[in-house]
């Protein structure tokens, strides 16, 4: 949503060749994790097709059919979101917090709460990621450095107590809302970094970690199964 974010996008041909800049780089990994988890005779009947057409399939390829789907609905939800007031992004935005992330913590103290609309949370994310690069996060940075470590604590208490008391939880998936705080400020303060006196050397050595991250999320499911 960050990167994105302000541009006005023409769904046409053009666009639609750029996501090849992933889908290139998930079926290289596929291939590789099809192969070894072959030679390792771990694939369970899992067949090459299924692994490239599966997503869930293949460990944490998950996160493409996610992007393929957003990736689809950037230019609508642009051009949408450019037409909205700033005061229509906030309540936009509290809404699909309210949709999206509440129903997690609710309904695990037996609080009906309808969680129907929880899917949406890569939507959330998104538009989240359109407002902090159109407004920014409007706290000082050592309270949000405070919130960051509060949040994090209470989490790991949270897991704690989950473990401990053997109780089936989703505390720790990407739309619980203490996950959605922590991803929203590091996020945040990572954009504070000052990357002026970088060097031309550094940014092109940041840029190529930077394009090799998700290759690197996808193929670590390997390394899951062998460790």
């Known amino acids: 949503g960050y990167l994105q974010g302000g541009k006005e996008i023409e769904f046409n041909r053009i666009y639609l060749v ?13 291939l590789f994790t099809f192969f070894l988890l072959k030679v390792r005779n771990i694939l369970y009947g899992r067949t090459l097709i299924t692994m490239l057409f599966g997503f869930f399939d293949n460990g944490y390829t998950w996160y493409i059919e996610m992007y393929i789907g957003l990736f689809l609905l ?18 936009l ?18 609080i009906i709460f309808q ?3 929880c899917g949406l949370y ?16 409007k706290i000082d940075q ?46 945040d303060l990572l954009l504070g970094i000052n990357t002026d006196n970088l060097g031309n050397k550094s940014r092109k050595v940041l840029g190529v970690i930077a394009d090799a ?15």
């Open 18 to 30: 750029k996501i090849l800049k992933v889908l290139i780089p998930y079926a290289l990994v596929t």
């Open 74 to 91: 950037i230019p609508f939800i642009n051009r949408s979101w450019n037409q909205l007031s700033h005061k229509e992004k906030k309540y």
């Open 93 to 110: 935005i509290w809404i699909m917090l309210f949709l999206s992330f509440l129903p997690v913590v609710f309904n695990k103290f037996d």
């Open 115 to 117: 969680d129907y609309w």
């Open 122 to 137: 890569p939507f959330a994310y998104y538009i989240v990621g359109m407002y902090i690069k159109e407004y920014g996060i």
């Open 142 to 187: 050592r309270k949000k450095i405070v919130i960051l470590i509060l949040s994090t604590v209470l989490h790991f208490i949270l897991g704690i107590t989950i473990y401990r008391a053997n109780i089936k939880s989703s505390y720790n998936t990407h739309n619980h809302p203490l996950v959605f705080v922590n991803a929203a400020l590091v996020f």
């Open 213 to 227: 991250v998700l290759s690197a999320y996808m193929i670590s499911y390997v390394t899951d199964i062998i460790i």
